[in-house]
């Protein structure tokens, strides 16, 4: 099993920045691709940002310029660094990772971090 542990969200200012990580722990093999999604209620929860272990990254268009994902491997963390925010990027923010235990590959989830954007 593998547990992951979001933190640093938060309340902050339309224009404020926020630095989210996520950290992964337990029976740990090899993690493949992480990223970060996020939720607003009443809706589905959508990608954001992914990285590859190698460090390509992927982002949804609406963030492209203001969101930047990186990870160490070294400690398995991803981080989502959020500058320039916008009312519109309120939500939870979840964590996932793509873990291969040598036989299985396995989705992991975090328990999410809320971010509050006033306008």
């Known amino acids: 099993q593998v547990q992951l542990v979001e933190s640093g969200g938060g309340l902050v200012q339309a224009g404020g920045s926020l630095r989210l990580s996520c950290a992964a722990s337990g029976s740990i093999f090899r993690i493949n691709a992480m990223g970060w999604y996020r939720q607003v209620p009443g809706k589905q929860r959508e990608l954001v940002a992914t990285i590859t272990s190698g460090g390509a990254t992927n982002y949804v268009d ?23 925010l916008k009312p519109e990027d ?16 396995n989705d992991y989830w975090g328990q999410g971090t809320q971010v509050t954007v006033s306008s």
Request: proline share 0%; net charge positive; charged share 25%.
């Open 62 to 84: 609406s963030v492209k310029g203001r969101f930047t994902i990186s990870r160490d491997n070294a400690k398995n963390t991803v981080y989502l660094q959020i500058d320039s």
């Open 90 to 105: 309120t939500g939870v923010y979840y964590c996932n990772a793509d873990h291969y235990d040598g036989k299985y590959l």
